[in-house]
Antibody, heavy 118, light 107 residues
Framework: QVTLKESGPGILQPSQTLSLTCTFS??????????VGWIRQPSGKGLEWLAN???????YYNPSLKNRLTISKDTSNNQAFLKITNVDTADTATYYC??????????WGQGVMVTVSS | DIQMTQSPSFLSATVGDRVTINCKAS??????LNWYQQKLGEAPKRLIY???SLQTGIPSRFSGSGSGTDYTLTISSLQPEDVATYFC?????????FGGGTKLELK
């Protein structure tokens, strides 16, 4: 059974760095073809794809945010991470992680709400 | 970025109705189009991948079709448990992009 769960700080201040963790089970990020992605959705708005990391440590970043994003993984502990630097109120959103098989994302976490506020 | 225009954004239908939801891409996405269902408070669930392949465990009343820039999700006979928000995702080219979502409710 594949499960993913996101965790984060809940609230942080503008200019800080947002650190998110995706803890998953039921698959390994060392398996050929597997990946984990991060997606976010501001309240009342659409979904935005942020970044992917693959089994071979290849990474993809959304160019609109690339300078601010860092994705990484800890294969041994079944976790993936996303850092977003210099946050502002526009980064307030629900953040999801999702497993990616060869057909795009299949299993998603329930999401974690992050609020940026002074 | 490829823009995904999803319609309608809101849909009200009766149990047993045939329901269709559309996504139009701003350029050819080569059938790399997935459909997801998200119920209130739950994680999104993949229904269809690569236009028309049914995800394991998903009822056969869900189907997908399309090619090029135009794609459709069809629910052949709406059931009460299908009340949810549906969205499409293109994974043909980066950044992957989503349709704006369709909120489906029962009439």
């Amino acid at each position: 059974q594949v499960t993913l769960k996101e965790s984060g700080p809940g609230i942080l201040q503008p200019s800080q760095t947002l650190s998110l963790t995706c803890t998953f089970s039921g698959f390994s990020l060392s398996t050929y073809g597997m990946g984990v992605g991060w997606i976010r959705q501001p309240s009342g708005k659409g979904l935005e794809w942020l970044a992917n990391i693959w089994w071979d440590d290849d990474k993809y970043y959304n160019p609109s945010l690339k300078n601010r994003l860092t994705i990484s993984k800890d294969t041994s502990n079944n976790q993936a991470f996303l850092k977003i630097t210099n946050v502002d109120t526009a980064d307030t959103a629900t953040y999801y992680c999702a497993r990616i098989d060869g057909r795009g994302p299949d299993y998603w976490g329930q999401g974690v709400m992050v609020t940026v506020s002074s | 970025d490829i823009q995904m225009t999803q319609s309608p954004s809101f849909l009200s239908a009766t149990v047993g109705d045939r329901v269709t939801i559309n996504c139009k891409a701003s350029q050819n996405i080569n059938k790399y189009l997935n459909w997801y269902q998200q119920k209130l408070g739950e994680a999104p669930k993949r229904l269809i991948y690569n236009t028309n392949s049914l995800q394991t465990g998903i009822p056969s009343r869900f189907s997908g079709s399309g090619s090029g820039t135009d794609y459709t999700l069809t629910i052949s006979s709406l059931q009460p448990e299908d009340v949810a928000t549906y969205f499409c995702l293109q994974h043909n080219s980066g950044p992957w992009t989503f349709g704006g979502g369709t909120k489906l409710e029962l009439k």
